[in-house]
């Protein structure tokens, strides 16, 4: 029998030796390039520094390297050592403004028609309903498409991310002069769902009472499934690929004529584009489920995570099988935390089936176990656990010197500021290292870190000082992107960012 092969351990220099050697191939060379990258950013003589901050009066957005301020109007790179901007736009008016915007990263594996369209760009939801197609590195608008004269749309999202993607419009909200009159509106919403590479419309769909009933609260489109939401609790899932196939009342191309609209062209003022997707009666229903704030659904074989809609259920999470609704054993997990913001609960973004469960001070990562065609419930595992480094709690009773006991009236909460607490999770999935947000609570200002754990182990890596004070009755967001880390705050009516990038330091 051969020997077992020995676990070595390659620095960065012998890694970047093999690679100019060539003695990865090109499969896995991507793969080998992150390894380097993962090495030298967890080395002892790099840390993250805070090279940069700016603050504005309008929300600030995040997403692939770029920054975005007053409304996506202002954007700048976060490649360089320091985050440099790449346009600003002219100051616009109202009407003009950016509702909602994506970022479109170009394809690998196609051949476009337009060179434009090899580059990213930024899909921009405009609020006089407008979407218009903006280059991500000059800002140059590449394509505009006029939507609708009636329907307020303002919402966008990815259904499949870089290949399909949806605008949803405001909801039609009955009057009360009409209620008063036994007026009921039909319709409850518009969803304009769109192709990318090239930009193609697949359709408007109508949300109506006739197809979906009556108490529609919300409807997202997520990997060809429609999910509604009711106020009773209820969410409901559709295929949206058989709603098209029954449904569809005619095929539209944007810039072409088209008999819905009087022969008049798709996608330009001021007739925009038609519905022609419409539901007259309920489509089949794939699954159903109550919940008290929506459910997930992830895992291998398919599972979905809910909260019963009963107040004694409320911090309670069931973990059950898709197919039949069948409860996996340890599926209930339930930190039994006393804190102000409640545990946050999802499937890894890893899409490994691991399920991450994260409260004030302990982070549970859990595998799903189950096996296909198995008449046996799936099970759920404790992977790892990561809890924050705490001093004991001051006892609820206590005896004086005299001998009287004193108890005290309040409890102290798991998310005290006080104590050492997890804030955010961020996941960076090239380096496969999770980022938390720890806060410590040292001194009057309340102070954080971000730890880098290792993904598969949960072992901690590195451990990151943030230099701005961290106020926790403010919102934050923490993004990790390779050598960068950019933390945005909302201090009252003013924003906030901070960009940290990874340097030598020197001993």
């Known amino acids: 029998m051969a020997p077992p092969r020995r676990m070595m351990t390659s620095s960065t220099a012998d890694l970047l030796n093999q690679r100019s050697r060539g003695i990865r191939d090109t499969g896995t060379l991507h793969r080998f390039c992150l390894k380097i990258l993962r090495s030298i950013t967890l080395h002892e003589n790099r840390s993250f520094i805070k090279v940069w901050s700016k603050t504005s009066k309008t929300a600030i957005m995040y997403d692939s390297g770029r920054i975005y301020f007053d409304n996506y109007q202002n954007c700048y790179s976060c490649v360089h050592d320091q985050p440099q901007n790449l346009y600003k736009f002219p100051k616009k008016s109202k009407q003009q403004k950016i509702e909602d915007a994506l970022l479109c990263q170009s394809p690998l594996d196609k051949t476009l028609s337009s060179p434009s369209e090899h580059k990213p760009c930024l899909l921009a939801l405009t609020a006089d309903n407008w979407l218009c ?79 979906f009933g009556s108490g529609v609260t919300d409807v997202v489109l997520s990997q060809g499934v429609l999910a509604v939401s009711y106020s009773n609790k209820s969410v409901k899932l559709y295929s949206f690929e058989h709603v098209v196939q029954r449904c569809l009342i005619e095929e539209l191309t944007l810039g072409q004529q088209s008999p819905l609209l009087g022969h008049r062209t798709v996608g330009d003022v001021p007739f925009g584009i038609p519905v022609n997707i419409q539901i007259t009666e309920p489509p089949p229903l794939l699954f ?36 039949d609704s069948t409860l996996a054993k340890n599926g209930i997990q339930n930190m ?18 691991r399920v991450i469960h994260i409260g004030p001070n302990t982070i549970n990562v859990l595998k799903v176990i189950s096996e296909l065609n198995s008449p046996l419930p ?12 705490r001093s004991h709690p001051s006892p609820r009773v206590t005896v004086t010197s005299s001998g009287r006991t004193v108890r005290s009236r309040f409890q102290q909460l798991d998310d005290d500021p006080m104590q050492e607490t997890f804030r955010l999770l961020e996941y960076e999935d090239e380096l496969d290292l999770l980022a938390i947000a720890v806060t410590n609570g040292e001194g009057e200002e309340g102070r954080a870190h971000v730890q880098l754990h290792d993904n598969q182990t949960g072992r901690l890596q590195r451990k990151i000082d943030l230099d701005e004070p961290w106020d926790e009755t403010y919102p934050h967001e923490l993004f990790f ?27």
């Not at 799936?378 to 480094?389: G, K, N, P, R, W």
């Not at 705050?489 to 030598?504: A, D, I, N």
């Open 133 to 211: 197609r903006i280059s991500a590195e000059t800002g140059k608008e590449l394509q505009r498409i006029y939507l609708s004269p009636k329907y307020k749309y303002r919402y966008l999202a990815w259904n499949v991310p870089q290949e399909t993607f949806y605008i949803k419009s405001v909801q039609n909200k009955e009057t009360p002069l009409a209620r008063q009159a036994g007026i009921s509106q039909n319709v409850v919403m518009h969803m304009a769902i769109f192709h990318v590479f090239p930009l193609q419309i697949v359709g408007i769909l109508e949300i109506n009472k006739k197809g």
């Open 336 to 353: 039994n935390c006393c804190s102000l913001e409640s545990d946050v609960i999802f499937f890894h973004p890893a899409d490994s089936g």
């Open 481 to 507: 992107d390779r050598d960068t880390i950019v933390h945005i705050e909302q201090k009252g009516s003013q924003f906030c960012c901070y960009v940290y990038k990874l340097r030598t330091i020197t001993k």
């Open 378 to 389: 799936s099970e759920v595992l404790e992977d790892y656990s990561l809890t924050t480094h």
């Open 288 to 323: 159903e489920a109550f919940s008290h704030n929506g459910i997930q659904i992830g895992g291998f074989p398919w599972h979905y995570i809910y909260t019963p809609p009963h107040k004694k259920h409320r911090g309670t999470h069931y973990i059950s099988a898709l197919k």
